[in-house]
């Protein structure tokens, strides 16, 4: 059974950091595109950050947010810094390979003074 788990999400003010991780399990995690992508209240989810099997990494979100994974711990995360209240949103983890598409459940980021 594939799971992916995300966590680190909360209440941050303006300004500040989160690191969001996301572990998966029931996958050959090495193999997988991995992504990050949220969705807030009243607009279509979108993507935030991918990365590659191999690192290479794509941003929709550029110059405040930082993607890497391990692939030794089955995990990838979202270093998020100077946050703005736009970042406000629920937070999901992807994983894709070919034709199979995981998500997470997502972990909610609320960024507000």
């Known amino acids: 059974q594939v799971q992916l788990v995300e966590s680190g999400g909360g209440l941050v003010q303006p300004g500040g950091s989160l690191r969001l991780s996301c572990a998966a399990s029931?996958?050959?995690?090495?193999?997988?595109?991995m992504g990050w992508y949220r969705q807030a209240p009243g607009k279509q989810r979108e993507l935030v950050a991918s990365i590659t099997p191999s690192g290479d990494t794509n941003y929709a979100v550029k110059g405040r947010f930082t993607i890497s994974r391990d692939n030794a711990k089955n995990t990838v995360y979202l270093q998020m810094n100077s946050l703005k209240p736009e970042d406000t949103a629920v937070y999901y983890c992807n994983a894709m390979l070919r034709l199979q598409v995981y998500w997470g459940k997502g972990t909610q980021v609320t960024v507000s003074s």
């Open positions: 029931g996958i050959i995690f090495s193999l997988y595109h």
